[in-house]
């Protein structure tokens, strides 16, 4: 019979969410290490996007003319594009999604502080 306090359910609850909410907590943090660590290795091959070097020892003339200013107008802004603008916004969305797991983690620790004193 229910006598006013929280039902042992309901402590269960609570635990089986912060289970999951702790597993997720672990996985985007895991995420975000390894997108850090794409954006550094990204950064530092940069500048392999300039080779192989163009002289008029090793490639001229038209063709290479239109593949340095393919390189100079499409394929280096694109590549910067992706490490300035696309992984840092997803290092943010995931920074965030932490923070918000963190703040519902603590709330849900209270919550079953509270149950379990109940």
């Known amino acids: 019979m229910f006598t006013g306090g929280v039902s042992q359910i309901t402590i269960d609850l609570i635990s089986s969410a912060?289970?999951?909410?702790?597993?997720?907590?672990?996985?985007?943090?895991?995420?975000?290490?390894e997108l850090r660590s794409n954006q550094t290795e990204f950064i530092s091959s940069r500048t392999l996007t300039e080779e192989p070097e163009l002289?008029?020892?090793?490639?001229?003339?038209?063709?290479?003319n239109e593949f340095k200013d393919i390189r100079s107008n499409e394929v280096?802004?694109?590549?910067?594009?992706?490490?300035?603008?696309?992984?840092?916004?997803?290092?943010?969305?995931?920074e965030s999604a932490i923070a918000r797991l963190?703040?519902?983690?603590?709330?849900?620790?209270?919550?079953?502080?509270?149950?379990?004193?109940s």
């Open 18 to 33: 912060l289970t999951s909410k702790r597993r997720d907590l672990a996985r985007l943090r895991q995420a975000l290490r």
């Open 55 to 64: 002289t008029p020892s090793t490639w001229h003339g038209k063709h290479a």
């Open 76 to 94: 280096i802004p694109s590549y910067e594009d992706l490490y300035n603008k696309q992984l840092a916004q997803a290092i943010s969305d995931i």
């Open 102 to 117: 963190e703040a519902e983690i603590r709330a849900l620790e209270a919550k079953l502080a509270s149950a379990k004193s």
